[in-house]
């Protein structure tokens, strides 16, 4: 019943900026918690950034002080703003939250954008 739409990635030069966008539709109550997942070519997943609905930040320590994660409650939409890119940030950036619905929490997964870093 709900989904999670992702967008703004791309190809960007080292050094470059780049912000992603994740909004969540649906029958939904509350978001306690929105984030980004990444996973480069044959790596794991791996956690970027995370924000709670009172807007507490996570950071994995490869992106802090580059990345920027923030929300709109209001429009239930999840920001990465992406500075000084880096060739190892390429990979598929996907979106996760957990939504609390009428009867039912469940976690949601977006299908995921590509980010290429590259010259």
């Known amino acids: 019943q709900v989904q999670l739409v992702e967008s703004g990635g791309g190809l960007v030069q080292p050094g470059g900026s780049l912000t992603l966008s994740c909004g969540a539709s649906?029958?939904?109550?509350?978001?306690?918690?929105m984030g980004w997942y990444r996973q480069a070519p044959g790596k794991q997943r791996e956690l970027v950034a995370v924000?709670?609905?009172?807007?507490?930040?996570n950071y994995a320590d490869s992106v802090k002080g580059r990345f920027t994660i923030s929300r709109d409650n209001a429009k239930n939409t999840v920001l990465l703003q992406m500075n000084s890119l880096k060739p190892e940030d390429t990979a598929v950036y996907y979106c996760?939250?957990?939504?609390?619905?009428?009867?039912?929490?469940?976690?949601?997964w977006g299908q995921g954008t590509q980010v290429t870093v590259s010259s």
């Open positions: 924000i709670t609905s009172g807007a507490s930040t």
């Open positions: 649906g029958s939904i109550f509350i978001i306690p918690r």
């Open positions: 996760n939250a957990l939504i609390l619905e009428v009867g039912r929490t469940i976690d949601y």
